[in-house]
């Protein structure tokens, strides 16, 4: 499966952006989608996930109440809406896919269980 993380910017603290992930090559409705952030120095962190069926989304804790994912399945594509921007949300952010569409809750957040990852779009915040 390929996987184009798109959406990314420099924005003002406040601010809001809308990341989309676009991927081909499978059924893409079996497929369960995460996005997960990697800042200079820090290891890769969940931010949020949603089922194939896309009526299952977990958040990290950090970003709750603040970005909501969905996802149209016509278009083979998922999205992060990011609203409230802080300086700490900067980072490269990243799609993944993984061949499980089950995946809900807590298992979301797990990075071992997707299986392909996309190339990652930067996101800064400037305060």
């Known amino acids: 499966v390929q996987l184009q993380a798109s959406g990314g910017g420099l924005v003002q603290a406040g601010g809001s952006l809308r990341l989309s992930c676009a991927a081909s090559g499978r059924i893409f409705s079996r497929c369960s989608v995460g996005w997960f952030l990697q800042a200079p120095g820090q290891e890769r962190e969940f931010v949020a996930g949603?089922?194939?069926?896309?009526?299952?989304?977990y958040n990290s804790d950090s970003v709750k109440g603040r970005f909501t994912i969905s996802r149209d399945n016509a278009k083979n594509t998922v999205f992060l809406q990011m609203n409230d921007l802080k300086p700490e949300d900067t980072a490269v952010y990243y799609c993944?896919?993984?061949?499980?569409?089950?995946?809900?809750?807590?298992?979301?957040?797990?990075?071992?269980?997707?299986?392909?990852w996309g190339q990652g779009t930067q996101v800064t915040v400037s305060s």
């Open positions: 993944a896919v993984s061949d499980n569409g089950y995946l809900s809750g807590i298992f979301q957040s797990r990075p071992d269980l997707y299986h392909h």
């Open positions: 949603i089922n194939g069926r896309g009526d299952s989304t």
